[in-house]
């Protein structure tokens, strides 16, 4: 489910952009001294917005530089650093780790089990330091399994859980990753975690339809005969929901760069994935005129 949750570039000023790059470098950075080198690897674009719409909200000190490293040896890139910036590292390798494990567990994916085993010694250092965040992944992601199995399982609609179920219990799990401290802000943050999450959960399942129908997986839109049309409009609701919820919170500063992600930019894949089935669509209509 990773993937989603970054901005249209296109619709960034070109000081927008450097100051996403710094501190999608700062996680980076973040992840190597925190977590080891070979925690790298597990960077994503999506905590660099957690990163940002916490900085936004808390305005933590940052410190910022410029400087050469192994992804980049050629030229120096510009990076950011901040509490903030380190959570978001920290909360990558929490759920990187257990998207391995799940990984393995529904797949026997050797590659996620041997890095799962990489990043297990500093999974565990972060589990320290961030306890309930970390529970409410290891229990979130559980739920989300026997959601998904007992579903899978059912012998009729009536016996199986609510389809939403599994969507719902990974919007819960995100909100809490968002309530970064237990404070005034943290319902805010919790909500906005939340319907961004099931958004997510959502539109994943929505570009898996194909693959899952074929392969027999569990998908709950599957399951519902979803049409593409009515999946549409659920996603577009959700998407108002998580818009809402960030509205609602006073952010200033990078405020343009978090609201390209929630407008646009988690429905890049989605839009790509509607523009190649109309190519095809109008190539097969021409194709049997001819």
């Known amino acids: 489910m990773f ?3 970054m901005p249209r570039m296109e619709d960034l000023s ?5 100051r996403y790059h710094a501190a999608y470098c700062g996680v980076c950075r973040a992840l190597g001294e925190r977590c080891g080198q070979r ?3 597990a960077l994503t674009y999506d905590m660099t917005f957690l990163a940002l719409l916490l900085g936004s909200l808390y305005e933590p000190d940052e410190r910022q530089g410029c400087k050469r490293c192994a992804p980049h040896p050629l030229r120096p890139h510009g990076y950011l650093c901040s509490e903030c910036v380190d959570y978001a590292a920290d909360m990558t390798v929490a759920l990187v780790y ?3 494990l799940d990984d393995w567990r529904d797949d026997r994916s050797g590659w996620a ?5 990489l990043l297990g010694k ?3 250092a972060v589990r320290e330091r961030h306890p309930h965040a970390c529970a409410a992944i290891e229990e979130g992601l559980a739920d989300i399994g026997r959601l998904e199995q007992a579903a899978a399982a059912a012998e009729s609609a009536d016996e199986a859980p609510p389809p939403d179920a599994a969507a719902n219990r990974f919007g819960a799990l995100l909100g809490e990753v968002f309530a970064y401290r237990d404070d005034f802000w943290a319902d805010g943050l919790r909500s906005l975690g939340a319907k961004l999450g099931k958004l997510v959960y959502v539109m994943d399942a929505a570009l898996d339809m194909d693959d899952d129908r074929a392969s027999g997986n569990y998908n709950p839109l599957v399951a519902l005969d979803a049409q593409p049309q009515d999946v549409r409009e659920d996603l577009e609701l959700l998407a108002a929901d998580a818009a809402a919820a960030f509205e609602r919170l006073p952010l200033e500063r990078d405020a343009r760069v978090l609201r390209s992600v ?3 930019g988690v429905w890049q894949k989605y839009r790509a994935k509607e523009e190649k089935l109309a190519k095809q669509t109008k190539e097969d209509k021409e194709a049997r005129r001819g």
């Not at 070109?14 to 450097?18: I, S, T, V, Y």
């Not at 089990?113 to 085993?117: L, V």
């Open 98 to 100: 257990h998207k391995c």
């Open 262 to 264: 929630l407008y646009a």
């Open 14 to 18: 070109q000081e927008e952009r450097e």
């Open 122 to 124: 500093s999974y565990r």
């Open 113 to 117: 089990r041997a890095y799962a085993g």
């Open 3 to 5: 993937g989603y949750v």
């Open 39 to 41: 925690c790298r690897v």
